[in-house]
Nanobody, 118 residues
Framework: VQLVESGGGLVQPGGSLTLSCVASGMYFAINAMGWYRQAPGKERELVAA???????NVADLVKDRFSVFKNNAANTAYLQMNNLKPDDSAIYYCSGSYEYTLTPSDFWGQGTQVTVSS
């Protein structure tokens, strides 16, 4: 399975971004996809995840601003981020799992940088 993220970039505080993650290879075996982020000097943290059945979870820290959704037909997961803050700046990684889990971590994308700055 290969995961490729896109949609990162530079955005001003209060702005929005939508990250996309396309799965290829044995994508039909993926039962969960997620988003993690890692800022410089910090540990990687789970941001959101969703299963192929539609069960999802978003971290408490961002749940009033971020949402996760998935297009199973397109093998793509999305992370919608609104009202972005400088503390949201990080590398965002897409992840996947063969398990129905809300902490998918069997395989990873290469990451996409999100920078929130004026």
């Amino acid at each position: 399975v290969q995961l490729v993220e896109s949609g990162g970039g530079l955005v001003q505080p209060g702005g929005s971004l939508t990250l996309s993650c396309v799965a290829s290879g044995m994508y039909f075996a993926i039962n969960a996809m997620g988003w993690y982020r890692q800022a410089p000097g910090k540990e990687r943290e789970l941001v959101a995840a969703i299963t192929s059945g539609g069960r999802s979870n978003v971290a408490d820290l961002v749940k009033d601003r971020f949402s996760v959704f998935k297009n199973n037909a397109a093998n793509t997961a999305y992370l919608q981020m609104n009202n972005l803050k400088p503390d949201d700046s990080a590398i965002y990684y897409c992840s996947g799992s063969y398990e129905y889990t809300l902490t998918p971590s069997d395989f990873w994308g290469q990451g996409t940088q999100v920078t929130v700055s004026s």
